[in-house]
């Protein structure tokens, strides 16, 4: 009779240190896990962080734009490794583009750029996926092809990435190109830039080099004062 309990009684200890082994076991392997991805993120803002002070972003461009700019990046995961980031935060008359070599850790361009004619006037803060809207869209942009424009020359096809808010570029003839009011005399003559019909419009001296060094597969972010948008953004979530 003992010797059945005893059976019994190790028996129950046996499947009772099995089960706590294997929960330990599995634990182990949900932390392992998560100290992995804990690590990669601790990576990702530190590189994050190097980038922006390294390249000079600090002294232009609010990091939470920057971040934004990069996690998108990243998910995109172009194989080119060039991250163009209009912010429309700031008024026509600044400086608000700029383009980074990523892979490189350098500013290569950083100038102006002009919004749509019914986002604002020296702000954009009306934007849109609508065709003739003549509005900015925000958001993730894949860089294509050159094109000759007939009405404005040398220029560059965009294929907005998100869907409902700027999945409609190709249809708009959303394009990068280059416009004779985007320039500082123009600011000079108005207090602020000229504006496009929803085209990022660049100065012309510096539209042929911009484009030969974004086209064909670069991230373009444009970012804007609108919450909704970063809180239904498919690529910041």
């Not at 416009?179 to 830039?193: H, K, P, T």
């Not at 030969?212 to 004062?225: C, P, S, Y």
């Amino acid at each position: 009779m003992k010797s059945k309990v005893g059976i019994s009684l190790l028996l129950v200890f046996t499947l009772l240190s099995g089960n706590t082994y294997s929960e330990y076991y599995l634990n182990s392997k949900v932390n392992a896990a998560l100290t992995v991805t804990e690590k990669k993120a601790d990576e990702s803002a530190i590189e994050a962080e190097l980038i922006y002070s390294t390249v000079g972003l600090d002294r232009y461009i609010n990091k939470d734009i920057w971040n934004y700019a990069l996690i998108g990046f990243r998910k995109i995961n172009p194989q080119k490794q060039i991250l163009a980031i209009i912010d429309f935060n700031k008024p026509s008359n600044e400086e608000r583009l700029f383009i980074v070599d990523v892979a490189k850790k350098v500013l290569l361009f950083h100038t102006l750029v002009a919004h749509g004619k019914n986002s604002g006037g020296e702000y954009a803060t009306n934007f849109s996926n609508t065709e003739g809207s003549l509005k900015s869209s925000l958001g993730f942009y894949l860089t294509g092809q050159t094109i000759i424009s007939p009405k404005h020359g040398y220029a560059m096809l965009l294929n907005g990435l998100e869907r409902g808010i700027n999945d409609n570029a190709r249809d708009r003839e959303i394009i990068v190109h280059s416009a004779d009011y985007v320039s500082q005399s123009f600011i000079a003559r108005n207090g602020m830039l000229g504006r496009s019909w929803g085209c990022p419009a660049l100065p012309k001296e510096l539209n042929k080099q911009i484009i030969d060094v974004i086209k064909g597969g670069a991230v373009l972010f444009i970012a804007g004062n609108n919450q909704s948008y970063y809180q239904k953004s498919a690529y910041l979530h």
